[in-house]
């Protein structure tokens, strides 16, 4: 697998840290789905991998948020997210986001229909 610096920028995310000048991809994710998320994919959308996963050893439990963080001279805007569910290992992915114009993605899962949903602010 290649790792590429965006993995080692958004895995240094997830530490907690809050930088002053943070690059325009920067954004909060917030998992309302009902369920634990064990792995979290961001890759720029014209990647065929999906790096590394950027809540490492970590989950994001129903209810939480987590910052990720890119670094300051990222320039690409358009990427991809993709969740993995704890509970069964199903994923749900949303393509080519501009994360230059999103600052946070709020994550539902619409048990009625059996599908994760996304909003962007």
């Given at each position: 697998m290649?790792?590429?610096?965006?993995?080692?920028i958004v895995?240094?995310?997830?530490?907690?840290?809050?930088?002053?000048?943070?690059?325009?991809?920067?954004?909060?994710?917030?998992?309302?789905?009902?369920?634990?998320?064990s792995e979290v994919y961001v890759s720029p959308s014209k990647s065929n991998d999906w790096q590394e996963d950027v809540l490492g050893r970590d989950t994001l439990g129903d209810g939480e948020r987590t910052n990720i963080h890119f670094s300051r001279n990222?320039?690409?805007?358009?990427?991809?997210?993709?969740?993995?569910?704890?509970?069964?290992?199903?994923?749900?992915?949303?393509?080519?986001?501009?994360?230059?114009?999103?600052?946070?993605?709020?994550?539902r899962y619409d048990k009625n229909n059996d599908v994760t949903r996304a909003s962007f602010e």
């Amino acid at each position: 697998m290649h790792i590429t610096a965006m993995s080692a920028i958004v895995l240094a995310s997830l530490a907690g840290v809050a930088h002053a000048e943070g690059a325009k991809q920067d954004f909060t994710l917030i998992n309302k789905t009902g369920y634990e998320l064990s792995e979290v994919y961001v890759s720029p959308s014209k990647s065929n991998d999906w790096q590394e996963d950027v809540l490492g050893r970590d989950t994001l439990g129903d209810g939480e948020r987590t910052n990720i963080h890119f670094s300051r001279n990222t320039s690409t805007c358009r990427w991809d997210l993709k969740v993995v569910y704890t509970v069964d290992s199903s994923s749900a992915v949303w393509s080519n986001i501009d994360l230059c114009s999103v600052s946070k993605i709020t994550i539902r899962y619409d048990k009625n229909n059996d599908v994760t949903r996304a909003s962007f602010e």
